[in-house]
């Protein structure tokens, strides 16, 4: 019988110990560290303590505990009669309940971090895998800052942007490849919100990561990220949300022999949904026309049009299902600077009016008032694409010390493409600078 109880208790651990470390793995995945450590005891612990924020409670707790089962361990060898065995359970007792004293700060900082009440940290100390899998796997369990790994010589901010209910949050932990059977970072640690009526400017140099930003963005090419728009997450409701977002590619996807009207007919029966009648939909068409300045070419056919209207008419299909989110990969190329401004003072007032427009040109100091902020990316040491910079234009100038956006690229471009080298430096810069506003904040 005493066998028998035994054997449910062994079990009993063991499921408690697997379920812990799965509850643990998924705890590293969303902290940035690696699940591998939730398998090795101490290590483990340490390591949760690094998602916590309490690096030093958390290498207190690993030396307690080590001691105490070393301790532990002498102790089989002491007689169980003599004053020493009583002497030494004492000291392990001791290094025991110091040991959970800092696993309760562990616990607790791991609360903060995940915006919890201080209460969760009662469970942990009661329902130890139960909790560790809610904070693990459960969606809305998010961790508000990720743990800073150096790699690379490059530091990494790890700080998660905060959901904006009126806008997009970004947070793309890396995207990553696989190249000759190794695994190649082309994004990591990008992590920014941009409120609802901003008009956000993409710079970086060539092969910076900007293409493969906004394609992980819209959920085109999924990366390791989390993105939301209002408050829905992009990659779960990709199918309900793809309206939402309108994409602008560089080379307009039209049929030179069609008419404007067509073409906008065409793009109101692909864009809106089955549930919309005719007369709504040829309404809407007459709509977006007249809201593009194409009313009276509506006949025209596309292959006729002017190099400005064109684009205007390939925004405008986008329009058509009145996305929220507005993406456009260099809507000025071939334009002169009097058309591509005319261009972007539309963009400006799509944005005025409760849009999000991000827009990737390589000549931005010419329409540079008319934009809020910047996200500039730049490529690191081991030529991953990175976040140098996301803020205000203003605040921008300032943090490279430039006076244009041309020079800006000019100081994070590598040397061998004429540029100053210097993108590891504002990369590094700038995590601290968002890490340490988010410890202040
Ligand atoms: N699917 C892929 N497989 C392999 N490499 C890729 C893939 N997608 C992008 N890359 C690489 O990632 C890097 C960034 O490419 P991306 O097209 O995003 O840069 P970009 O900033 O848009 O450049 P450009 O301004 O020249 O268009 C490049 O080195 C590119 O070769």
Redesign the pocket.
């Known amino acids: 019988m005493e066998l028998q109880n035994n054997y449910v208790v062994d079990t009993a651990q063991t499921f408690s110990w697997i379920l812990y470390t799965i509850g643990l793995m998924g705890i590293f995945k969303k902290c940035n560290v690696r699940r591998v450590w939730a398998f090795i005891p101490f290590a483990r612990e340490y390591h949760l303590g690094l998602c916590a924020n309490r690096e030093s409670d958390a290498r207190t707790y690993a030396r307690f505990s080590v001691i105490g089962y070393v301790i532990y361990f002498i102790n089989v060898f002491v007689d169980e009669k003599s004053n020493a065995y009583f002497l030494v359970l004492i000291v392990y007792i001791a290094f025991e309940i110091a040991a959970m004293v800092y696993l309760v700060r562990i616990t607790i900082g791991l609360c903060e971090v995940f915006g919890r009440k201080k209460s969760w940290a009662a469970l942990w100390f009661f329902f130890e895998w139960v909790t560790a899998l809610i904070f693990g796997y459960n969606k809305k369990f998010v961790p508000q800052r990720t743990v800073v790994r150096i790699k690379d010589g490059v530091v990494v901010s790890g700080a998660r942007a905060d959901a904006v209910d009126d806008g997009l949050t970004v947070n793309i932990n890396s995207r990553t ?1 696989i ?1 000759l059977f190794k695994k190649k970072y ?1 994004l990591k640690d990008i992590h920014l919100s941009i409120p609802k009526g901003h008009m956000v400017l993409l710079l ?10 906004l394609n992980a963005v819209t959920g085109y090419e999924k990366a390791d990220a989390n993105i939301l728009l209002d408050n829905h997450d992009i990659y779960g409701e990709y199918e309900k949300l793809k309206y939402d977002i309108g994409f602008v590619p560089q080379q307009d996807l039209m049929r030179s022999n069609d008419t404007v009207y067509l073409t906008l007919h065409d793009a109101a029966s692909l864009r809106l949904p089955s549930s919309v009648s005719y007369r709504a939909k040829k309404k809407r068409v007459n709509e977006v026309l007249e809201e593009f300045g194409l009313g009276a070419i509506r006949n025209s056919l596309v292959e006729k049009l002017s190099g400005g209207q064109r684009k205007r008419l390939s925004i405008a299909m986008e329009f058509i299902s009145d996305p929220s989110l507005f993406i456009l990969d260099e809507p000025d190329s071939g334009l002169d600077g009097v058309v591509a401004r005319g261009l972007f003072e539309k963009l400006r007032s799509i944005a005025d009016s409760g849009k999000i427009v991000v827009v990737i040109t390589h000549t931005p100091d010419r329409v540079i008032d008319l934009f809020d902020d910047v996200v500039v ?1 730049a490529k690191d040491s081991s ?1 991953c ?1 990175r976040l140098a910079y996301y803020g205000s234009i203003e605040d921008s100038y300032k943090f490279f010390g430039k006076n244009s956006m041309e020079e800006i690229l000019l100081s994070i471009n590598q040397k061998e493409e004429g540029g100053e080298g210097l993108a590891d430096v504002y990369i590094e810069r700038y995590a601290q600078l968002i890490s340490k506003e988010k410890e202040v904040g």
């Open positions: 490849i190249d082309l970086g140099g060539s092969g910076a990561g900007k293409t493969t930003f990316l030529r694409g």
